[in-house]
């Protein structure tokens, strides 16, 4: 392979890198879209319970100690069933959290009413999303 090749072979492989970055940027993480859309206003960008609507004496769960709280497993079925609302946190008083699934319920019949869809892999999709992204935030 003479030098000319060889200079064009580095030269088209810059290009594939720099494009293949720019692409891999534009990717949407959906997780964390979801997570900054429904949960960072009260549990922080990062989850440590420090967002803007933690109001003075609303206490708000620092999402990134939930494997350390759980002997060092992130509870995923636990955490699918308080994003959801099947599982209502008494210990707490009042649910101050939404539920999700219902408004991903609600937001379904809007966007949805003259098509035919299946509303619980829809809710299930967005909660799933929510749950992995959470998971990549737990402290190490």
């Given at each position: 392979?003479?030098?000319?090749?060889?200079?064009?072979a580095?030269?088209?492989?810059?290009?594939?890198?720099?494009?293949?970055n720019?692409?891999?940027?534009?990717?949407?993480?959906?997780?964390k879209?979801?997570?900054?859309?429904k949960c960072?206003?009260?549990h922080?960008?990062?989850g440590k319970?420090?967002?803007?609507f933690?109001?003075?004496?609303?206490?708000?769960?620092?999402?990134?100690?939930?494997?350390?709280?759980?002997?060092?497993?992130?509870?995923?079925?636990?955490?699918?069933?308080?994003?959801?609302?099947?599982?209502?946190?008494?210990?707490?008083?009042?649910r101050?959290?939404p539920?999700?699934?219902?408004?991903?319920?609600e937001?379904?019949?809007?966007?949805?009413?003259?098509?035919?869809?299946?509303?619980?892999?829809?809710?299930?999709?967005?909660?799933?999303?929510?749950?992995?992204?959470?998971?990549?935030?737990?402290?190490?």
């Open positions: 392979m003479g030098p000319t090749r060889i200079a064009a580095l030269l088209a492989l810059g290009v594939f890198m720099v494009w293949g720019g692409y891999a940027a534009d990717k949407t993480d959906f997780g879209r979801e997570y900054e859309r960072a206003v009260c922080g960008l990062k319970g420090d967002g803007p933690a109001f003075i004496g609303m206490t708000v769960a620092d999402l990134t100690t939930l494997s350390k709280r759980n002997n060092g497993v992130f509870p995923v079925q636990r955490l699918y069933e308080i994003i959801d609302g099947t599982e209502i946190l008494t210990a707490h008083g009042t101050d959290m539920i999700w699934g219902t408004v991903y319920r937001q379904l019949e809007e966007a949805y009413f003259d098509v035919p869809f299946n509303p619980e892999a829809y809710v299930r999709a967005h909660i799933l999303a929510l749950i992995e992204y959470i998971s990549r935030l737990q402290a190490k």
